[in-house]
């Protein structure tokens, strides 16, 4: 379950967002089947065929099994990352907390496919298809952009293309949901620490995030993923201030800084606090993080 603190007063009504998604699979319409073989293009470009339903499905990351969940197919799931507490009894756990994945544990348990992102371990995911041939379909996992498509994709490979449609659709409505409610609004001038000031990348989810609900990143003379000075920091004046549960920040921490305690995300006490994996795991859930993340910026425009 992803989980917030928020060092704020924020009124966090359910809230709705989401826009249309770029380069997505072409939505079925009328009656639906599951044909197989079906056929999908993945993150990496390669083609991903899968013959008959998958009976037995591996995710190696937190995004793969949250989709697997949406689309009604968690009771094939044979193997999950850590992290991941819904599924059949027996589920077993192939990826460690820190990101090991147990490639024999894999083997023994058969999949028909495996679920993986972009940042999943290449060599990893070389010496599974080697050891196993089962189809691997690896899904984007930096923007909200890439929802709707892969909601089709596992749709089709997984053979749950109505749930897909569904799964699309509530998608496509809470981005639109989100854009009238902060199309009007100006951009918050915001920082985003992810421990010892380092800002969220260019390309990366959490700044997707960030950039898609209002806010504008700050110091804006310093590159993201460099960390600035409190200094530069302070001179930006950041209304809002995002930092990862893992920086360790705190209000009263920034309070006692003879820089940060003078900036008006401070002052107003307007410092919220993030799970990291709220912020790098590109599945349905985001939509939540997206949401409060909006909310946090624009609070008026919730109430």
Same mark, same amino acid.
């Given at each position: 379950?992803?989980?917030?603190?928020?060092?704020?007063?924020?009124?966090?009504?359910?809230?709705?967002?989401?826009?249309?998604?770029?380069?997505?699979?072409?939505?079925?319409?009328?009656?639906?089947?599951?044909?197989?073989?079906?056929?999908?293009?993945?993150?990496?470009?390669?083609?991903?065929?899968?013959?008959?339903?998958?009976?037995?499905?591996? $995710?190696? +990351? *937190? #995004?793969?099994?949250?989709?697997?969940?949406?689309?009604?197919? !968690? =009771? %094939?799931?044979? /193997?999950?990352?850590?992290?991941?507490?819904?599924?059949?009894?027996?589920?077993?756990?192939?990826?460690?907390?820190?990101?090991?994945?147990?490639?024999?544990?894999?083997?023994?348990?058969?999949?028909?496919?495996?679920?993986?992102?972009?940042?999943?371990?290449?060599?990893?995911?070389?010496?599974?298809?080697?050891?196993?041939?089962?189809?691997?379909?690896?899904?984007?996992?930096?923007?909200?952009?890439?929802?709707?498509?892969?909601?089709?994709?596992?749709?089709?490979?997984?053979?749950?293309?109505?749930? $897909?449609? +569904? *799964? #699309?659709?509530?998608?496509?409505?809470?981005?639109?949901?989100? !854009? =009238? %409610?902060?199309? /009007?609004?100006?951009?918050?001038?915001?920082?985003?620490?992810?421990?010892?000031?380092?800002?969220?990348?260019?390309?990366?989810?959490?700044?997707?995030?960030?950039?898609?609900?209002?806010?504008?990143?700050?110091?804006?003379?310093?590159?993201?993923?460099?960390?600035?000075?409190?200094?530069?920091?302070?001179?930006?004046?950041?209304?809002?201030?995002?930092?990862?549960?893992?920086?360790?920040?705190?209000?009263?921490?920034?309070?006692?800084?003879?820089?940060?305690?003078?900036?008006?995300?401070?002052?107003?006490?307007?410092?919220?606090?993030?799970?990291?994996?709220?912020?790098?795991?590109?599945?349905?859930?985001?939509?939540?993080?997206?949401?409060?993340?909006?909310?946090?910026?624009?609070?008026?425009?919730?109430?």
């Amino acid at each position: 379950m992803r989980c917030w603190l928020i060092i704020t007063t924020l009124a966090l009504a359910t809230l709705g967002i989401w826009a249309a998604a770029c380069s997505e699979r072409s939505e079925p319409v009328g009656e639906l089947e599951a044909p197989f073989p079906a056929a999908v293009q993945d993150a990496a470009e390669t083609a991903v065929t899968v013959t008959e339903q998958p009976a037995r499905i591996v $995710a190696l +990351e *937190l #995004a793969g099994a949250e989709f697997v969940e949406a689309l009604g197919a !968690a =009771d %094939r799931l044979v /193997g999950v990352p850590d992290g991941f507490d819904i599924g059949p009894a027996g589920v077993e756990t192939v990826v460690s907390p820190r990101g090991r994945i147990d490639i024999e544990g894999i083997v023994r348990l058969r999949p028909d496919v495996i679920l993986a992102t972009a940042d999943t371990d290449a060599v990893e995911l070389a010496r599974l298809q080697q050891r196993l041939g089962v189809p691997i379909y690896i899904q984007a996992s930096r923007s909200v952009d890439n929802l709707v498509r892969t909601a089709f994709d596992l749709g089709a490979i997984l053979g749950e293309p109505v749930q $897909a449609r +569904e *799964l #699309a659709s509530g998608i496509r409505e809470r981005l639109g949901l989100l !854009a =009238d %409610r902060i199309g /009007g609004a100006k951009p918050v001038a915001v920082f985003a620490d992810m421990g010892f000031f380092t800002t969220p990348a260019e390309g990366s989810l959490f700044h997707d995030l960030l950039v898609r609900a209002g806010a504008q990143l700050v110091p804006v003379d310093i590159p993201a993923g460099v960390a600035p000075s409190p200094e530069q920091i302070a001179a930006a004046a950041p209304a809002v201030y995002f930092a990862t549960a893992e920086s360790h920040v705190a209000l009263a921490a920034l309070r006692a800084d003879s820089d940060l305690g003078t900036i008006p995300a401070v002052l107003d006490e307007r410092v919220v606090i993030v799970e990291t994996k709220d912020v790098t795991v590109l599945g349905p859930g985001v939509l939540d993080t997206l949401e409060r993340i909006a909310a946090a910026l624009h609070p008026d425009a919730f109430r």
